[in-house]
C-alpha cells in the first residue's frame, strides 16, 4: 500500500488549491484526476473567485470590508445563512488570495464587476477577482494535460478571449484603440499558430487552471491524470484512504492526513440531473461529460449526506444548441456577451418579454424555472447581429449564413414573418416590440427595469447612450434563436462543515474525510450574489482544508478591510489538529 499525507480526488481549482496549499504546510501530496487532462470545470469558466475585500481591488481604488460583505450575505442568503460556514468563509477567503499570490502563479487583478444584487445593502464593487492570462508555453510538455478551453467560446479554434478583448474587438475598423487592441492580439496569434500549432494566450478560467497547475507541479505534488478513484478505504468508520485505478493497476493509497473530495459535481449524470435539476428533460449542462458525481457518490458511501434543501442545485445559465450534421451537439451560453447589449430582447413562445435580460444569468434561468418555460427567445435586428452577434454568430465580418443553414438562427423580413417562424402571435410580438422600443428611446424599461441598476448597465455597451443595455430594435430583417434552461454546473454536494469535513446525517464528523468545490454543498445554497460564487468558496474551502489537515497555526487578521493586508496583519494563535 502507498501512503501519503493527503489524497485529493479531482483536479478542479478546489483540489490544486488544496493541493498547493498542503504542500507548503509540509504535507505530502497524492492528486488523483480521472480524465487525461487537469482543470476540471474550472478550465471551462470565467475563472473569476468572488472574494470580498480582497487586497485586490486596492490597485482599482476600491475598498470593501468585512462588515459590509456580511451584511450583503445576510440579506442574500436570508434563512439560508449558515453562520459558521459563512465565518469559515470570510476569515479565510482573502487570506487565501493573499497566500496563492506569494505562494503560487496564481495571480489576479481587479475587476470594475458590480455585485449582482446591488439593490441590496452591503453590496460592493471588485468583489469578483479576474485571473491575470497566462502564457501556456510556461506549461511546456504539461500543456496537453491542461483540460482545453470550449472550442465554441474561441475564435479560429484556438485564440481565447477576455472579456476586456471583445469591446475593442467589436470596435476594430471604428475606433484606433480598437484596431491596435485587435492587431495585437492577432499578431500574438499568428505567432503562436506558426510556431506551436495553437493559441498560447491563455485566459479567464483555462488562466486559473493552468496557473494552479503549474503551481502544482512546481510544488511537488504527485499527479496522476487518467487514474479514476474507485472506493475509499474505510477503517472503524474513520476515512484512510482510498482505492484507485492506475496504470491499469488497482492502487491502495493510505493517507495520514485525510482524502478529499473535489471532483467537480455531478453535470453530466443524468439519473442524479433527474433528481435535483427541474425540468431537466429541457435542461442541457456545459459541464464536462466525466462529471458524473464520483466525489459526492464516494461521500455517501461513507456515510455523507447530500444535501436536499437547495433553492437552487447549479448555477443557472440559457444556453443555446446547434446541431452539427453528425448529431453531436455545440452548446453555447449565454452569459453577457449578447443578451446584455442594447438592441435585444428575450421572449416567451407566445411573443412577450418576460424578464429583465441583462440580469445574471442565474436570476435569468430561475425566472425560467418559476414561469415553467422551457424554452425562450432572444430576438434583434440585423444591426445588431452585425454589431454584437448571437451566441455562435458572430458579429461582422464573420456571416451568419451557416447558422441560418443549420436552423441555428431564424431570420424573418418582418416582425410577423419572424413570429409566424419560432410560432409566436405575430400582435402580441409587434406590441413587445413597440412597447419595448417606446421606452428604449427614452433610455428606461418600467417593465423590468433594464439599465436601472449598476450592475446591467456594467453589463451593456459603454459607448450607448443614454443607457448602455437598452437600445430600440431598428428595421428588419430581424433574427431569434432559441435559449434552453441551463447550467453551467452543479452546485449542490455533501453537507460539510466550517472545516470542510464531511458530516453524516447525525451532523457528526466523517473522520478523514474533506470535500471542497462542487462536491461540497454550496454556500450560497444556489442563491449566486456575484460572479465566481462558486470559484471564490471552492478555492478557500480547500485551502480551509488542506490547512486543517496540516494542523498549522490559525491566522486572525487584525485588519479586514481591503488593501491592509500584509504579513504584519496576522496574528498566529495554535490550533491543533482535530478530527
Not at 504535507?27 to 470565467?46: I, N, Q, W
Not at 419560432?422 to 423590468?448: E, M, S
Amino acid at each position: 500500500m502507498t501512503e501519503t499525507d493527503l489524497i485529493i480526488i479531482g483536479a478542479g481549482a478546489a483540489g490544486m488549491t488544496a493541493a498547493i496549499t498542503a504542500r507548503k504546510n509540509g504535507l505530502d501530496v497524492v492528486l488523483v484526476e480521472k480524465t487525461p487532462h487537469f482543470g476540471g470545470t474550472t478550465a471551462f469558466s470565467g475563472g473569476a473567485p468572488w472574494v470580498p475585500f480582497n487586497h485586490v481591488m486596492k490597485q482599482a481604488g476600491f475598498s470593501d470590508t468585512r462588515e459590509a460583505a456580511e451584511t450583503y450575505l445576510r440579506d442574500v442568503l436570508g434563512d439560508l445563512h449558515d453562520d459558521a460556514i459563512v465565518k469559515a468563509f470570510l476569515d479565510n477567503a482573502a487570506e487565501m488570495v493573499q497566500f496563492m499570490e506569494r505562494h503560487s502563479e496564481v495571480h489576479f487583478k481587479p475587476s470594475y464587476m458590480p455585485d449582482y444584487e446591488p439593490e441590496r445593502p452591503g453590496t460592493g464593487m471588485c468583489r469578483t477577482l479576474l485571473t491575470q492570462e497566462y502564457d501556456g508555453r510556461k506549461l511546456g510538455e504539461h500543456l496537453k494535460t491542461l483540460r482545453p478551453q470550449m472550442q465554441q467560446l474561441m475564435l479560429f479554434g484556438s485564440m481565447q478571449l477576455e472579456g476586456s478583448d471583445i469591446h475593442p474587438l467589436r470596435k476594430v475598423f471604428k475606433t484606433w484603440a480598437g484596431f491596435t487592441h485587435t492587431t495585437r492580439l492577432m499578431k500574438r496569434f499568428i505567432a503562436d499558430r506558426l510556431v506551436h500549432g495553437r493559441g498560447m494566450r491563455l485566459a479567464n478560467g483555462n488562466a486559473l487552471a493552468a496557473r494552479l497547475l503549474r503551481s502544482c507541479l512546481d510544488a511537488g505534488v504527485t499527479m496522476w491524470n487518467n487514474t479514476p478513484a474507485v472506493e475509499l478505504i474505510q477503517e472503524a468508520g474513520a476515512v484512510r484512504g482510498v482505492v484507485v485505478k492506475h496504470d491499469g493497476q488497482t492502487v491502495r493509497l493510505k493517507a495520514r492526513r485525510g482524502v478529499l473530495l473535489a471532483s467537480g459535481g455531478f453535470g453530466a449524470n443524468a439519473k442524479m440531473r433527474g433528481r435535483f435539476v427541474p425540468m431537466n428533460e429541457h435542461h442541457y449542462s456545459l459541464q464536462p461529460d466525466e462529471n458524473v458525481g464520483d466525489g459526492v457518490n464516494l461521500g455517501v458511501t461513507a456515510g455523507g449526506v447530500i444535501n436536499e434543501t437547495n433553492p437552487a442545485n447549479c448555477i443557472w445559465a440559457p444556453v443555446s444548441v446547434l446541431k452539427r450534421p453528425d448529431g453531436t451537439l455545440v452548446k453555447y451560453p449565454h452569459i453577457f456577451i449578447d443578451r446584455n447589449m442594447p438592441g435585444c430582447i428575450a421572449v416567451d413562445t407566445a411573443g412577450r418579454r418576460f424578464v429583465n435580460e441583462a440580469r445574471s444569468y442565474q436570476n435569468f434561468i430561475g425566472t425560467m424555472h418559476r414561469l415553467k418555460l422551457t424554452k425562450a427567445y432572444l430576438l434583434a435586428d440585423r444591426a445588431f447581429l452585425r454589431t454584437y452577434g448571437l451566441g455562435l454568430a458572430r458579429p461582422a465580418p464573420f456571416s451568419e449564413k451557416p447558422y441560418l443553414d443549420a436552423g441555428y438562427l431564424v431570420e424573418g423580413a418582418t416582425l410577423a414573418d419572424l413570429a409566424g417562424k419560432i410560432g409566436a402571435d405575430p400582435a402580441t410580438l409587434a406590441q413587445t416590440v413597440q412597447r419595448f422600443n417606446d421606452n428604449a428611446v427614452k433610455g428606461v424599461d418600467p417593465d423590468f427595469g433594464r439599465g436601472g441598476d449598476v450592475y446591467t448597465r456594467f453589463r451593456g455597451d459603454p459607448t450607448h447612450q443614454p443607457n448602455p443595455t437598452l437600445g430600440p430594435i431598428g428595421d428588419g430583417p430581424y433574427y431569434a434563436l432559441t435559449l434552453h434552461p441551463g447550467d453551467l454546473s452543479t452546485v449542490v454536494g455533501l453537507n460539510a462543515n466550517a472545516n470542510a469535513q464531511v458530516l453524516d446525517a447525525q451532523g457528526r464528523v466523517i473522520e478523514g474525510l474533506y470535500c471542497a468545490g462542487l462536491d461540497m454543498n454550496s454556500m450560497m445554497r444556489g442563491m449566486y450574489p456575484g460572479g465566481g460564487s462558486s470559484i471564490g468558496p471552492a478555492m478557500t474551502f480547500g485551502y480551509i482544508a488542506a490547512r486543517h489537515m496540516a494542523g498549522v497555526a490559525e491566522q486572525v487578521p487584525v485588519s479586514q478591510a481591503a488593501g491592509a493586508w500584509d504579513a504584519s496583519t496576522f496574528i498566529p494563535r495554535t490550533k491543533e489538529l482535530t478530527a
